[in-house]
C-alpha cells in the first residue's frame, strides 16, 4: 500500500520548489485528494482551492462542464474531466488542475464502464494537459484510495518530480 501522506508531501514540496498553485475538481473521490494535501502544512503555500462536484448538475453549475458532454459521454469520461479540469483553471488562479470522475462501486456499472472505471486529467494553464483512464479493483474504499495515489503519482509526473 502507497503511503498517501507521503505523496501529498512531495507533491506539496514540489509546486512550492516551482511557485505553483494546484485546484482540484473531484466526484468519486468527494475530497480525499484535497484532504490529504492539506493535511500538509503550510499548504496554503501551493493548494489553491478544491471543488466536489458529485453530481452531475454541481459539474455544469460549479466547472461549466457542458450537458452534451455528460450527456453524450457520461460524468466518467476523459471528456467530462479534461472540461473539469479546464472549469477548474477558469474559476481560480491555480496553474495546475487536478480532475477526477468514476466509478467507485459498489453500484453504478453502466455498459462499457464497470465499478472500478476512473478517469483523470492534469492540466496547466496555458500548458499541456494529460487525460487517462483506469480500472481499480477492490470495494468502495479500495477503489477511492487507488483513485488518490495514482492522482497523486499524476500530480508528482506533471511537476517532474522525482
Given at each position: 500500500m502507497?503511503?498517501i ?14 511557485k ?24 496554503s503555500q501551493?493548494f489553491e ?22 450527456d ?5 469520461s476523459?471528456?467530462?474531466v ?15 488542475a ?8 459498489p ?10 472505471t ?10 499541456g494537459?494529460?487525460?487517462e483512464?483506469?480500472?481499480f ?8 484510495r487507488?483513485s ?6 499524476g ?8
Open positions: 502507497t503511503d501522506s507521503g505523496l501529498a508531501h512531495r507533491v506539496g514540496e514540489a509546486l512550492l520548489q516551482r505553483r498553485m494546484l485546484a482540484t475538481a473531484e466526484s468519486c473521490t468527494g475530497g480525499w485528494v484535497a484532504k490529504c494535501l492539506t493535511d500538509v502544512a503550510g499548504s501551493w482551492r478544491g471543488f466536489v462536484t458529485y453530481s452531475n448538475r454541481s459539474k455544469q453549475d460549479m466547472l461549466g462542464v457542458s450537458a452534451g458532454t455528460l453524450s459521454q457520461g460524468a466518467v476523459e471528456a467530462t479534461r472540461e473539469m479540469a479546464a472549469g477548474v483553471l477558469q474559476h481560480s488562479p491555480a496553474e495546475l487536478l480532475a477526477i470522475s468514476g466509478i467507485a462501486g453500484g453504478g456499472d453502466v455498459p462499457g464502464k464497470s465499478v472500478g476512473v478517469c483523470f486529467a492534469w492540466v496547466t494553464r496555458g500548458g494537459q494529460r487525460v483512464t483506469r480500472h479493483s477492490g470495494d468502495r474504499e479500495a477503489v477511492r487507488q488518490v495515489e495514482h492522482a497523486l503519482e500530480l508528482l509526473d506533471e511537476l517532474g518530480a522525482d
